[in-house]
């Protein structure tokens, strides 16, 4: 999960030498490793997606798991699709929407409010377009059997510190009891994120099935995409 530069560059169609010149200006988010540079691919993934750089789909390709990974459709199935979210402000609109999502009965829900909002305070999970994607840092903190996303749409938009400054009304929220799954599920929504198709549905919004009948359409894409095929730039 973590990236050379050089595999950076390749993703980006850049070259090395613009992604040193971007570490050293403290513009994507990097770390230094013995001597060298690592780029998080969860991190990557969000940075290109709130700047709508484009990029190749290598950067959507999941890490080979151990047993089998579920896709945005199962994981919109197990987490739920609520409309008219209650809410004035971001922190009341992540607690309408912790409140929301199915959890099994041992999870402490203030305590997943208070990691969420750890997170918004690092840094803004809104990547634009009204959408925000708001996570925990740490998955392995929950004691969750499955990763799921809760789809959420508000009744009122609200301030979320978004680069292009639309207030976010679209949440997919993100839980998963390992590090691995959750990569695999914010891949698999940012790519969704990343779909005019999908994106209307979203933003219009549309009815749950409408929204399950396009995931189930991008997973047959991703799930069925050749390994080392033809890349393609998305936006």
């Not at 971007?22 to 290109?48: N, S, T």
């Not at 993100?174 to 599920?185: A, D, E, K, Y």
């Not at 990343?194 to 749950?208: A, M, V, W, Y």
């Amino acid at each position: 999960m973590q990236l050379h530069v050089r595999e950076v560059a390749r993703i980006l169609n850049v070259s090395e030498k613009t992604i040193y010149r971007w570490i050293k200006q403290g513009a994507i988010p990097a770390y230094r490793v013995q001597d060298q540079y690592r780029i998080h691919r969860a991190e990557l993934l969000e940075w290109v997606t709130r700047r709508k750089i484009k990029v190749t789909e290598e950067i959507f390709q999941e890490p080979e798991a151990e047993g089998v990974q579920p896709g945005l459709t199962s994981a919109l199935e197990a987490g739920g699709i609520f409309y008219r979210i209650g809410g004035r402000d971001r922190d009341s609109v992540l607690h309408e929407v912790v409140e929301s999502m199915r959890l099994p009965d041992g999870v402490d829900r203030e305590f997943l409010f208070q990691i969420i909002l750890a997170r918004e305070n690092m840094c803004s999970t809104a990547v634009g377009d009204g959408i925000a994607i708001p996570h925990p840092r740490s998955p392995m903190v929950l004691h969750v059997a499955r990763p799921s996303i809760t789809l959420c749409f508000l009744e009122h938009p609200v301030e979320f510190g978004a680069i292009d400054r639309q207030p976010v009304r679209v949440l997919f929220t993100l839980v998963s009891p390992t590090v691995r799954g959750h990569l695999v599920m914010l891949s698999r929504s940012l790519f969704a994120i990343h779909e005019q198709s999908f994106k209307q549905i979203i933003l219009t919004p549309g009815t749950r099935e409408e929204i399950l009948q396009e995931s189930r359409r991008l997973d047959e894409i991703l799930d069925n995409r050749a390994p080392g095929g033809e890349k393609r730039n998305v936006v």
